[in-house]
């Protein structure tokens, strides 16, 4: 079932990103969210999230989407911070290899705490800075479809992906939803 009913919206629906500090979460959701670009680096710490309505097989979606706002920097994210979302996207940066080996920390995490049948993407972000990738495209492939999760690459830079990326998993909670409800 969606979290909650919207009056003017058929389906309110939380997902999260997670991933290491500095792979781009912040710039994905105020991309996708407010269409803007950030170049520096947050300065506040603790959760923040973003809206979006959008139109998917006819209905009317609230997404909100839910940024750690650093907090992964200390260790600091909680089981609540995953309670409730039914989509997540496990964000990694294509310049950064110790971004990619630790999703496999990550998805552990949200195993552990996400819902059973919890729609996840991976996301290779940054693939605007290919002269600095330390991750081929086909490793994120392959881990991606080894564990049974989406796979995008994507920019916030240059607005690549980032939109389908968002909608893949919106399209996919709604998919599932809505079979429950039958
Ligand atoms: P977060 O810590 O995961 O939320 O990462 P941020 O969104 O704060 O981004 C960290 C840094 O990477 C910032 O300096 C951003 O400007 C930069 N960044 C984010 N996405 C991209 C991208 O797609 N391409 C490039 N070149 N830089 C990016």
Known sequence: MADAFDEECDYLFKAV?????????????????????????????????????IKVRDKLIKAQI??????????AITSSYYRGALGAMLVYDITRRT???NIE???YELREFG??????????????????????????????????????????????NVEDAFLEMITKIHDIISQKSL
Not at 18 to 41: H, M, Q
Not at 67 to 74: K, L
Request: with cysteine.
């Open 99 to 101: 971004t990619f080996i």
């Open 66 to 75: 839910w940024d750690t706002a650093g907090q992964e920097r200390f260790r």
């Open 115 to 160: 819902n059973e049948d919890m729609v996840i993407i991976l996301v290779a972000n940054k693939s605007d800075l290919s002269q600095s990738r330390q991750v081929e495209k086909e490793e994120g492939k392959g881990f991606a479809e080894k564990e049974s999760l989406c796979f995008m690459e994507t920019s916030a830079l240059h607005n690549l």
């Open 105 to 107: 920390k990550w998805l």
């Open 17 to 53: 990103l997670i991933g290491d500090s500095g792979v781009g979460k912040t710039n994905l959701i105020s991309r996708f969210a407010k269409d803007e670009f950030r170049l520096d680096s947050k300065p506040t710490i603790g959760v923040e999230f973003g809206y979006k309505n």
